[in-house]
């Protein structure tokens, strides 16, 4: 077995050389269309899933702006799909938008109050606006029902907790 690079791993199998993908090609080459995605909110105008699907694949294919623009299309259509929310957090975070992030984030949160990677990435938007009150919040309700994501959050936030 030899690496060719992160991503692909070429097996020689008597003399038979076969690459295995471990990314999706999309991910590899932007320029691809976003796999018929962009096509079904065209025949689907009014699906907040196809909407979220096609954020999710331009947000992999690190499009951020062009996948706000879909999840915020799928969250105005159903106020209620945390992961469009989540995915919208998400993009604002890597973008440097904390505020954008923590108001996305925090719907997610508020809407799957069990999900404990909604509360780390709303903690860890509160610490990159200096929120420590509202990241000492997140964290304590994390730490209810995840501790093990409440010490991670704690630690990669540079929160002290007793």
Known sequence: MR???NRIVV????G????VILSVVLLQFPWLPPNGSEQATRTEPDNPATHFDLGFVLD???QKERAIAAFE???ALKPTLDRAWYGMGLAHAVLG???????ALGRAAQLQPMNPYAWYNL?????????????AEAHAHLDRFDP????KLAKDAGLEVG
């Open 3 to 5: 690496f060719l690079s």
């Open 60 to 62: 992999r294919q690190n």
């Open 148 to 151: 093990k994501m409440a010490f």
């Open 16 to 19: 038979i050389v076969v690459g």
């Open 73 to 75: 299309r799928a969250v």
């Open 97 to 103: 938008r904390h505020d954008k992030a923590a108001e």
């Open 123 to 135: 903690g860890m938007a509160y610490a990159a606006l200096g929120e420590r009150g509202k990241l």
């Open 11 to 14: 097996l020689v199998l008597g």
